[in-house]
C-alpha cells in the first residue's frame, strides 16, 4: 500500500500543491516577538527567513514552547538562533513522492519549498495534511475514471 502510494505521487509536482503565501518569521525577530506572533496565528511551525526572503530554517512552536517562560530570553535571542537549520528543503520541480520520503524519514509536519538547493530562495512550504489530501483527491478521482469506464 505504501509503495503504491508513493507511485501514485511519483506523477505530481511539489509545486502541485505547495502553499505559495506561508506565514514565515524573519531570523532578526526577537523572542518575545516570535511568541507574539505565533499566538496570533492558527499554526505551529514557519519557515525562518532573512531579508532576501532565503531560508534560514523551520521555526516549530513545540520546541521554543520550553523557553516561554525563561526570564532574559525575550530580548536577547532571535529566530535565527532558535530555528531548526537541518530540515531538508524540496524544489518545485520535485515529485510530491519524494517530498514525502523527506518528511517520513525526518518527521516533519511541513517542508520549505526553495527555488534551488544553492540559493534556497523560500517560494513556499508542502505540508503532510496536504499531500494526504491531495493523494485522496487523486484516488477519487482515478476511483471515478475507472467506474465511468467499466
Keep these: 500500500r505504501e509503495e503504491y502510494f508513493l507511485n501514485v505521487l511519483e506523477d505530481f509536482k511539489v509545486q502541485d500543491i505547495m502553499l505559495t503565501d506561508p506565514q514565515v518569521i524573519n531570523e532578526n525577530m526577537k523572542f518575545s516577538e516570535i511568541i507574539n506572533y505565533i499566538s496570533t496565528t492558527k499554526h505551529n511551525c514557519f519557515p525562518v527567513v532573512n531579508e532576501e526572503n532565503i531560508l534560514i ?5 513545540e ?4 523557553f516561554v517562560f525563561e526570564e532574559g530570553l525575550v530580548d536577547i535571542v532571535v529566530a535565527g538562533e532558535l530555528c531548526d537549520k537541518k530540515i531538508p528543503p524540496v524544489a518545485p520541480n520535485d515529485s510530491i513522492a ?12 511541513i517542508l520549505p519549498v526553495v527555488n534551488n538547493l544553492k ?9 503532510r495534511k496536504d499531500i494526504i ?5 487523486i484516488s477519487l478521482e482515478q476511483e471515478n475514471t475507472a467506474r465511468l469506464e467499466f
Design 57 to 61: 530554517g523551520v521555526l516549530k512552536y
Design 63 to 66: 520546541e521554543i514552547r520550553q
Design 98 to 109: 519524494h517530498a514525502i520520503k523527506i518528511m517520513s524519514f525526518s518527521n516533519e509536519e
Design 119 to 127: 540559493e534556497r530562495k523560500l517560494l513556499g512550504i508542502i505540508t
Design 133 to 137: 489530501s491531495y493523494y485522496n483527491k
